[in-house]
């Protein structure tokens, strides 16, 4: 039988010799799961806080904030965040509005550029003023559209047990002053939700 031939010997390369190799680069999936957790850390956070100043409104007022402040002839003219500032230690802010005027008053569109970063949801590509996070609106919900204030007593399910606020992706975001809110009466109740 014939053996191969021997391969030569080469005498081992130099350092400098040695071709550069890249380092290996994390995969975008890490990234964008790493990325995720801390967006989704943050936006537990911001709900969570959102949650507690709802909670202490409805503590202070006896019922939680309507969707919407309302003029003297019920027209929507504020959105609940901007109601619930005061308990969000955002007092001046809230002191700066006139509640009397719309959302998109001379007045009341220069304050949008201040919305607080509790309303930036983290990893949104929107522009400044624009928040995700909505109320979830009914005539039955915890922060209603319809003419009657829900007190604590109105949410049958328990309040552990009752959707108030949701992320929505950006299709779905509005200006924080603005009345607008995720409607819930709709058949896929999970179109436009965030993460």
């Known amino acids: 039988e014939s053996q191969p031939p021997a391969k030569e010997s080469q005498p081992p390369a130099k350092e400098s010799d040695a071709p550069t190799v890249p380092s290996k680069r994390v995969s975008n999936n890490v990234i964008n799961s790493v990325r995720g957790a801390v967006y989704r850390d943050q936006t537990m956070k911001n709900l969570r806080q959102i949650g507690v100043a709802i909670v202490n409104y409805e503590s202070t007022r006896g019922r939680y904030p309507a969707a ?3 003029s003297r002839d019920k027209k929507p003219l504020l959105s ?4 619930i500032l005061p308990m969000l230690d955002e007092q001046g802010l809230h002191r700066q509005f006139k ?19 509790i309303f930036q949801s983290p990893g949104s590509d929107l522009d400044d003023g624009y928040t995700n996070y909505q ?4 005539p039955s919900t915890v922060i209603s559209n319809g003419r009657k204030a829900t007190r604590i007593r109105d949410v049958r399910d328990g309040t552990s047990k009752t959707v108030m ?4 992706d950006d299709t779905y975001a509005s200006i924080w002053t603005k009345p607008d809110d995720y409607d819930a009466e709709h058949e896929d109740p999970l179109r436009g939700l965030g993460s």
């Open 165 to 168: 606020i949701v992320e929505t």
């Open 99 to 117: 509640l009397d005027q719309p959302w998109d008053s001379e007045h009341n569109r220069k304050l949008i550029e201040r919305m607080p970063s």
């Open 68 to 70: 919407a402040i309302l």
């Open 135 to 138: 109320a979830v609106v009914a």
């Open 80 to 83: 609940w965040r901007v109601a």
